[in-house]
T-cell receptor
Framework: EDQVTQSPEALRLQEGESSSLNCSYT??????LFWYRQDPGKGPEFLFT???AGEEKEKERLKATLTKKESFLHITAPKPEDSATYLC????????????FGPGTSLSVIP | NAGVTQTPKFQVLKTGQSMTLQCAQD?????MYWYRQDPGMGLRLIYY???????DKGEVPNGYNVSRLNKREFSLRLESAAPSQTSVYFC???????????FGDGTRLSIL
């Protein structure tokens, strides 16, 4: 059965303090791994897709990396506006059209 | 850019009442999805439609029905609401199954 876990559950950073969020997954053949950002009262907003181990994607202060068992979302010199919940989702080759979401990491960046 | 539009945004129901949540997308996407999001549980797939004319069950389909009315619209119906269905419901769409999903802003549903 495909599974996704995320750690930590919550993270509190000072502005400028870099850190990483972890997404660990178990899937029968990865078709894609997705990162989303969710602000309170809003729907998830797409950030990145990663398809194979070794792949990296960057956008502003965010960088996503992928290995065969986990993905990291690195946040460099975060700002208060980066505060949000970050969701990881995976699609396996036996999942057909379904995507499995992790529970998310709630990030707070303090000025 | 409307993207994915969900109506209503908020709703309060009594146990046993029925209602339909509406979702429409203007991106010409083939696939559409309904999720529920509960504290500590993450997003769980209720039903999805890989293409116009097809629907399939997700992880938590019991108590729900769906209709893919056309390529743009995908509705979720609660026939007899139960307090356990109190949740935030999100609709999403994607160009294809392995492509990123685009989400609406949700319907906050409370069942008393």
């Amino acid at each position: 059965e495909d599974q996704v876990t995320q750690s930590p559950e919550a993270l509190r950073l000072q502005e400028g303090e870099s850190s990483s969020l972890n997404c660990s997954y178990t899937v029968s053949g990865l078709r894609g791994l997705f990162w989303y950002r969710q602000d309170p009262g809003k729907g998830p907003e797409f950030l990145f897709t990663l398809y194979s181990a070794g792949e990296e994607k960057e956008k502003e202060r965010l960088k996503a990396t992928l290995t065969k068992k986990e993905s990291f979302l690195h946040i460099t010199a975060p700002k208060p506006e980066d505060s949000a919940t970050y969701l990881c989702a995976v699609q396996g080759k036996t999942s057909y059209d379904k995507v499995i979401f992790g529970p998310g990491t709630s990030l707070s960046v303090i000025p | 850019n409307a993207g994915v539009t969900q109506t209503p945004k908020f709703q309060v129901l009594k146990t046993g009442q029925s209602m339909t949540l509406q979702c429409a997308q203007d991106m010409n996407h083939n696939s559409m999805y309904w999720y529920r999001q509960d504290p500590g549980m993450g997003l769980r797939l209720i039903y999805y439609s890989a293409s116009e004319g097809t629907t399939d069950k997700g992880e938590v389909p019991n108590g729900y029905n769906v209709s893919r009315l056309n390529k743009r619209e995908f509705s979720l119906r609660l026939e007899s609401a139960a307090p356990s269905q109190t949740s935030v419901y999100f609709c999403a769409s994607s160009q294809a199954a392995n492509q990123p999903q685009h989400f609406g802003d949700g319907t906050r549903l409370s069942i008393l």
